[in-house]
């Protein structure tokens, strides 16, 4: 795949002429909107699961030593827990150039505490794009997030204010929670944690 997407997004008319849109947001979105929304509410999807399978060398990491960020992977079954905004159309213009290392949207359906669901849209780096970098062992994904520092700041401050984020919300996702416990006892003693 290219490696920059925004043209790609930019095709995918799907929702252009709808007064407003739901985005659903599994990573940063879920602390740091960075753009005007409508209204902001929890929600999930379903069949997804987030992993720091990404590369980042644009924002949390460089060309050298790119960062890790969250995807999503498709698993059937599995529920994905974040926040979802109700957004105008033209919100995803800057979007789509911000996330354009390897994200594409993609039309999902939202489900909503209540029982509510919507129709919407989110951004997903999927495994055929250049920055994907894929499955490693945990120590090695830490390490990597704990040392990488892009232009938008630590990679470790995306991981683990994405986790008290998901915290705050009640959501339990383990391999964001461990990512997190094994970047912090790097910041503090520079080694992995020990077995528990
Ligand atoms: C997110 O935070 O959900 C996100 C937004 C854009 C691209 C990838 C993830």
Redesign the pocket.
Known sequence: MVLDTTQLNRRMTHFDDHEAIWL???????WKAGFPYLERRPAHIHDWVRRFWQGSHDHRGTPQAPGRV??LLPRPGAVCH?MAYRISPETLRP?DVR?KNG?LREITTLHFADGATAQGL??I?TADNAAFLGEAEPAAMARQIAEAHGPSGPNSDYLLNLADALDALGVEDSHVADLARRVRAHASTGAEPQPR
């Open positions: 659903f947001g599994y990573g940063s979105l879920i969250a995807t974040g979007l996330e994200y989110t951004y780096a």
